[in-house]
């Protein structure tokens, strides 16, 4: 078991043949396990806006959702920003929602070539554990646990949060070899065991998202085990994993 630290693309060889879980607390995996919680038939991901354009083209009117962000803010002509508060389902109503995030989605679909993968906050953080173990027993494979960071940089929160995953997987199975990542992660993780929220603070993203006017949604994000079901990102769209992981291949 590793974690990648969000400093880096992720390429082919870190992911192959692992169950992969990729981690973006703010605020993609959070809005995108709001969004199917709340409705949405499923979250298609997309690295550019341009793709998002083409792809809502092909289906009806009133059939999907575009979504997403540059710099924080909602991009021009979409429905959707990437602000868990706005998944409701009433602005949901069971369409499927066509997503572009700067750092989530890119690293979502550098995902290629796993064996099962997953996308997480703190908000699934148990439910995605669970959901690891069931494909690792399947699978008997490694995992790698994907920070999306931000903007090519280590984000914060991503690693606490992969901190957590690693002890409770750990915790699972306590035979696993860690790797100096997982060993970082770790470490990170100590002082938020009992909770997460002063990551409000600690986090530089978090306070950039605050002075942007979004801190309702630092504080959606920072909240543990908000969702009971794992996001499973499956033939190239994310969807809620049923019976804690199954729907994952």
């Given amino acids: 078991m590793d974690v990648l630290l969000g400093e880096a693309p992720v390429v082919p060889a870190d992911v192959a043949d692992r ?4 981690l973006d607390v703010l605020r993609a995996a959070t809005t995108v396990a709001t ?9 298609v991901p997309f690295e550019t806006v341009d793709e998002v ?3 809502a083209r092909v289906y009806a009117r009133g059939e999907v959702l575009t979504a997403g962000e540059r710099r924080m803010q909602r991009i021009d002509g979409f429905d959707l920003g990437n602000s868990p508060l706005e998944y409701t389902p009433e602005a949901l109503a069971g369409r499927t929602v066509l997503f572009t995030t700067t750092n989530g989605t890119v690293a979502l679909t550098a995902t290629a070539g796993a064996r099962a993968c997953f996308f997480a906050g703190f908000v699934n953080a148990q439910a995605t554990v669970q959901a690891v173990l069931e494909r690792c027993a399947v699978h008997d494979a490694d995992v790698s646990i994907v920070c999306a960071g931000h903007e090519r940089r280590l984000a914060f929160e991503d690693v ?19 790797g100096d990542g997982a060993r ?6 100590r002082p938020y065991v009992g ?5 409000a603070y600690d986090a530089q993203h978090a306070r950039s998202l605050a002075d942007a006017g979004f801190s309702a949604d630092v504080s959606a994000c920072l909240t543990l085990d ?13 969807l809620r994993a049923t019976t804690g992981g199954s729907s994952a291949r």
């Fill in 226 to 238: 908000t969702f009971s079901v794992a996001t499973a990102y499956v033939d190239r769209q994310l």
């Fill in 195 to 199: 909770g997460v929220s002063s990551l």
């Fill in 53 to 55: 354009a083409a792809r």
């Fill in 19 to 22: 169950v992969v879980v990729v």
């Fill in 35 to 43: 969004a199917l919680a709340h409705g949405a038939r499923a979250v």
């Fill in 160 to 178: 606490v949060c992969a901190g957590r995953l690693v002890r409770l997987l750990h915790a699972a199975l306590p035979g696993v070899a860690r």
């Fill in 184 to 189: 970082v992660a770790e470490l990170a993780e």
